[in-house]
Each structure stands twice: as structure tokens, then as C-alpha cells.
């Protein structure tokens, strides 16, 4: 694991992994609403639960349309923040790096460990991808549907060019390529 590379998109050079935020209250507290749903408290039914939170309440937004820049990485709790309400539903904006880095914190803050959540970025695209046992999962947060089933990195990541990996984020660090 590396340090990280800058992100230049904002007023200055912010690192890339210091947009994995599980310690901000924000995210502490979606997390602890997020495990007060659960019928059975396991890892697996943790990160089903806050992949579906990311999934149907982050609405994909373009930071063109959104915030009238090229690009503008939201942090998590920016993420959060981004609110629109909705015959009593909640609604939050973003795109595939903002979802994806509130998806890794919101994972980290349910207890799955650090060294099993990372943010998969290419040229044009950002993802998760969780660790259970010895497979790598990939977790498409510009999803609007409910998860169905885990889906292999192995088999994605690569594969198509939008998952052509460029840099892996994790919280304490960052990997580059494969």
C-alpha cells in the first residue's frame, strides 16, 4: 500500500483517501440507523443494508448539473448534506465517486474492517469493492435497485472499461493498477 495521489479538483490538493470519512458524525449516525434496521446483525446483512441506503437513496446526479463544474468530488457528509425531501422521502445527490466514497465509510463505520473496503477508480468511473472471506465483491453505487446477489470483482474488474482500475483508495492508503 502507497500513499495516496492528490485530487486537484477542488480549491486545493486534497488526498484521495481522505474521502473514505467513517469517523464523521454524519456517517456515524446513517450508520447507526442503518444497523437499527437489521433483523440479524452480521457482516454480510451489514453491507446489504448500506450498499440498498446508497443505492435507492443517492440519486446520480452530474457534478455538471449539480454544482455547474467538470468535476467536484463530494466528501460523505457533503453527500449526506446534498438533501431534497420528497413526500416524506428522502433524497440525496451525487455521482459514482460521491456514492462510492459514502458507500467505503458507511461499510468501515458498520465495523467491516479497514483493510476490506476499498474505492476502485478508472478514467471514467468509481466503484466498491468489499472483501468477504477471500473474494473481492464488486458494489455498483450508481445503482437504483436493491442488491440481489454479490457480485465477483474478478469477474467485472478489467473486464470492461469502465472498471479498467487506474487506483484502488482504502482508508489508510492507496494501491495503483491491479
Not at 446513517?30 to 446483512?45: F, G, M, P, Q, S
Not at 445527490?93 to 467491516?112: I, K, P, T
Not at 437504483?144 to 482504502?170: C, L, P
Request: charged letters at 20%.
Amino acid at each position: 500500500m502507497n500513499s495516496c495521489m492528490t485530487y486537484p479538483a477542488r480549491n486545493h490538493e486534497t488526498i484521495l483517501n481522505s474521502f473514505i470519512t467513517p469517523d464523521d458524525i454524519a456517517v456515524k449516525n446513517v450508520a447507526e440507523d442503518i444497523k437499527n434496521t437489521l433483523v440479524r446483525d452480521n457482516i454480510e446483512d451489514r453491507i446489504v443494508a448500506a450498499f440498498n441506503f446508497v443505492a435507492l437513496t443517492v440519486v446520480y446526479t452530474s457534478d455538471k448539473r449539480q454544482f455547474g463544474k467538470g468535476e467536484w468530488w463530494q466528501y460523505p457528509s457533503e453527500t449526506l448534506g446534498q438533501v431534497a425531501t420528497t413526500s416524506n422521502i428522502t433524497i440525496l445527490y451525487g455521482d459514482c465517486e460521491d456514492s462510492s466514497f459514502l458507500l467505503a465509510s458507511l461499510l468501515l463505520a458498520l465495523g467491516v474492517p479497514k483493510s476490506n473496503v476499498r474505492v476502485g477508480i478508472s478514467e471514467v468511473h468509481a466503484w466498491v469493492e468489499c472483501k468477504l472471506g477471500h473474494n473481492w465483491y464488486l458494489f455498483e453505487t450508481t445503482s437504483d435497485n436493491e442488491m440481489s446477489s454479490f457480485i465477483s470483482a474478478s469477474s467485472i474488474v478489467g473486464k470492461r472499461h469502465i472498471y479498467n482500475v487506474q487506483v484502488y483508495v482504502y482508508q489508510d492508503g492507496c494501491s495503483y493498477g491491479k
